[in-house]
């Protein structure tokens, strides 16, 4: 049973350019949630979805950033215009339900670098 | 802030040796994770202790958790080299299931 995939692992992008973080859950699961962790820092929650639902967007910036997990293919995270504070990694994390003992399943990360 | 805060920021240990790590929280929780992170890898999960549990053991791995003192503590025995990772608490205290991540602990495991 594969893990949680992300691509691409590394992502370069100039400053207003747009960058698209893809996530694959692990088989089976259908709740998808984002994080963010800046250099030397902890993970930052940014936004949970289930299929085709945004359910807590709590995390997300208000502007440029947005999140999909369409019935079909994996979880895109999209920022638009990046800029050079949008460096960090990004990682996705999977579970099977939202139940209060459910233990989230981490991908590899993708990290992206704002030039 | 945080919800979670590990202490120390950065533990150095002698292969063989037990290290420990503690966790505060702030607010009520469902259950609290440890993770360990790689340099530059993802999170690998270690264990999850519900709330109404005190204790619980996976390998040479040991977590205990105080609800009255909101504060969590995860023992490594005779650690090994490969155990140099960072090391970070997460807690679940809503109803959506979003984490909130401590800073972590660095561990540093000399050979």
């Known amino acids: 049973n594969a893990g949680v995939m992300q691509n691409p692992r590394h992502l370069v992008r100039r400053r207003g350019q747009e960058a698209r973080l893809r996530c694959s859950p692990m088989?089976?699961?259908?709740?998808v949630y984002w994080y963010r962790q800046l250099p030397e820092e902890g993970l930052k929650f940014m936004v949970y979805?289930?299929?085709?639902?945004?359910?807590?967007e709590s995390g997300m910036p208000k502007e440029r950033f947005s999140a999909e997990f369409p019935k079909e293919g994996p979880s895109i995270l999209r920022i638009q215009q990046v800029v050079r504070g949008d460096s960090a990694a990004y990682f996705c994390?999977?579970?099977?339900?939202?139940?209060?003992?459910?233990?989230?399943?981490f991908g590899p990360g993708t990290r992206l670098t704002v030039l | 802030s945080q919800q979670g805060e590990e202490d120390p920021q950065a533990l150095s240990i002698q292969e063989g040796e037990n290290a420990t790590m503690n966790c505060s929280y702030k607010?009520?929780?469902?259950?609290l994770q440890w993770y360990r992170q790689n340099s530059g890898r993802g999170l690998v999960h270690l264990i999850l202790?519900?709330?109404?549990?005190r204790e619980k053991h996976s390998g040479r791995l040991r977590v205990t958790l105080d609800t009255s003192k909101k504060s969590s503590s995860l023992l490594i025995t005779a650690s090994r080299a490969a155990d140099t990772a960072s090391y970070f608490c997460?807690?679940?205290?809503?109803?959506?299931?979003?984490?909130?991540f401590g800073q972590g602990t660095t561990l540093q495991v000399k050979p």
């Open positions: 979805l289930q299929k085709e639902n945004i359910i807590d």
């Open positions: 997460a807690t679940d205290s809503g109803n959506t299931g979003k984490l909130i």
């Open positions: 994390a999977s579970s099977l339900s939202t139940g209060v003992v459910d233990t989230q399943y």
């Open positions: 202790i519900r709330s109404n549990e």
């Open positions: 607010t009520s929780i469902n259950n």
């Open positions: 088989k089976g699961h259908s709740h």
